[in-house]
């Protein structure tokens, strides 16, 4: 079949495939947009407003973002997950394989942010939403609220920092780890272990397991918007290096 001269694909899977691919990008992106958003300019704003006006606008401000970013990041998953199953190539040799690594790695780090998101980010907010609007209304102050507060930004800057190497590995497994001839389950597994388990030391800190949630040096790279961007390159770096010595 041809369109103006070009061919279009034909087979239904392809076309599925395309559909949920789009699908995955526009959600992804809403997702992610809104991380950005809450980051780089919410968080900075909320802390310059004096306290009547944050009390006033952040419950209609977070109620509605938050609820097309849960949302959001709640159907890239279905539909990430989706592509997987449309994907011949997943079903072989995918854990012998670099870019088999590549998804693989970037699944769990998308997987990690989504927990984030509806484990830690949005239970927190819903308290600091709640006092603020009680607050509003003439009650008392929850001393709880400023604890929640801090939990869900911690949470929400390490998926600004998961971001970047995420990213990376969603768009490098069919561009960039395609490049490797096939290094094998070993090399594979070495490169899964040693990179899981950063991602897990880093996941432990933005949750407080390690070090608390109090200011300390350990939660540096997460108290600015500077460092929390400069750290994701950082992170991406690391796995890049990581990549190069196993699969190189
Ligand atoms: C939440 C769990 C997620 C899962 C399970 C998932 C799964 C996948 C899969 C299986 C692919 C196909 C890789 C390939 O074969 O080339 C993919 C690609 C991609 N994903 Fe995700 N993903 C997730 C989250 C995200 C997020 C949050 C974004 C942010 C925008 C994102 C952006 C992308 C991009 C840009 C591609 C590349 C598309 C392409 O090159 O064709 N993904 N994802």
Redesign the pocket.
């Known amino acids: 079949m041809a369109y103006f001269g070009i061919s279009l694909p034909r087979d239904a899977q392809t076309n599925f495939l395309m559909l949920v691919?789009l699908i995955?990008?526009v959600?992804?992106?809403t997702?992610?947009g809104l991380l950005y958003f809450f980051n780089f300019v919410g968080f900075p704003l909320m802390k310059d407003l004096d306290p009547p006006t944050r009390v006033q606008v952040m419950p209609p401000l977070m109620l509605r973002a938050l609820w097309w970013f849960r949302w959001a990041?709640l159907g890239?998953?279905?539909?990430?997950?989706l592509?997987?199953g449309a994907?011949q190539?997943?079903y072989k040799d995918f854990f012998s394989r670099a870019?088999g690594a590549?998804?693989f790695l970037?699944?769990i780090i998308?997987?990690t942010?989504?927990y984030n998101v509806w484990m830690v980010i949005w239970p927190n907010q819903r308290i600091v939403i709640a006092n603020a609007a009680n607050v509003l209304a003439g009650g008392q102050a929850d001393p709880a609220a400023a604890a929640a507060g801090r939990r869900a930004f911690l949470a929400s800057r390490q998926n600004v920092m998961f971001?970047v190497p995420?990213?990376w590995f969603?768009?490098g497994?069919?561009?960039f780890y395609t490049a490797f001839s096939d290094p094998g389950a070993g090399s594979v597994w070495l490169f899964l272990i040693v990179a899981l388990i950063i991602v897990g030391v880093l996941e432990a800190n933005a949750l407080g397991f390690i070090g608390g949630t109090a200011a300390s040096p350990v939660k540096q790279p997460y108290e600015s918007v500077a460092s929390v961007i400069i750290s994701g390159f950082v992170l991406w770096a690391i796995l890049w290096i990581l990549t190069e010595i196993i699969f190189g």
């Open positions: 691919r995955h990008l959600t992804g992106i997702w992610i990041a890239t998953a279905i539909f990430g997950i592509i997987t994907t190539d997943y870019n590549s998804i970037g699944m998308a997987l942010m989504l971001s995420m990213l969603m768009v497994t069919s561009h």
